[in-house]
């Protein structure tokens, strides 16, 4: 962590991040999963290995350990009682006969650790990699025993040493043709969790490593265009979701000339006013900006070593927020107001709250030390 820069207003940033903070743990579900949010429509009942990755890292940080293991929990419940299914994706892909797309695991889940009935965009590899990202965080924070986890752990690293090559869905459900850069971020930095953490076979540990470091080869031969990570591989756009490879991920070293290409070419491209956008061609809900992005690029200029940008972006996120929450996203700078519309008559008004946003928010504000442990 870099030095903490004056805050004025730190109160009042310090009081809302509290707010946050006990949000969050007036909604986690008995068993143990993050809800993504408790009223929209598409999310509620649901629970993302992604958004609640990021969800108990910023309560681990918070000094809300049990919550954070809670979470840690339902993970592994949910990878154990599918052991077979893993067993027998990583067999298909070793035998050169991969399993197709809709019979791997699932992305969301419901509050009890079902797969769901409702259809969605299921595919995607970012949460399983993310979970084991935010457990490593957890362990190095607190020396916590990893007894509990480990056997979900090892079937985890199972999975995505055999499946991190195909295509998915990236981080918004979008474009499973592609091989997102984000996602093979994501999957970097859960194998290199993984393969540190205490209690994990050595076998188990080192196939993570050695996957590992395709992944990162990878990533920096074909997912980088002009010195900066590219939304996915063959692309020349960027993600917001990038900024998370920086900062709190940390699969590109924050002070290295790719990241920072990156973070520079982030704010170029999708900032406006402290406001960050998901992507250029982003239409969902006319593409808004997204707080939780903002909190996220500004850990990542933490990192990087600019804490006054970091607290530029955390209080933009601040003025999103209300009594209830902070929202997904908000209808500053939209890119295209007229696709607004079809997505409230399709599923109400966007999410409001964001359980994801309010844990972004309060992982900043630690980061910043506006609020400690």
Known sequence: MTSTPVLADRDALAALAESQRALIASLQHPSGAYPASPTFSAYRGYSWFRDGAFIADAMSAAGENASAEAFFGWCARVITERADDVRRIVAAERA???????????????????????????????????WLWALGEHVARTGVPTDRWIEAVALTVDYLESSWRRPCYDWWEEHIEQVHVSTLGSVLAGLRAAAALPGLDAATAERAILAASDVDARMRAEGVRDGHLVKWIGADAVDASLAALVGPLEAVDPGEPLALSTLEELEKDLVVDGGMHRFRADTYFGGGQWPLLSCMLGIAWSRAGRPERSAELLRWAASTAHDGGIPEQVERHLLDPSYVAQWVERWGPSADPLVWSSAMFLRLAVELEVVSA
């Open 96 to 130: 050169g006969s991969p399993l197709p797309d809709a019979d791997m695991l699932p992305t969301r889940f419901t509050l009890d650790g079902e797969k769901g009935a409702d259809e969605w965009w299921d595919f995607q590899l970012d949460g399983y990699g993310l």
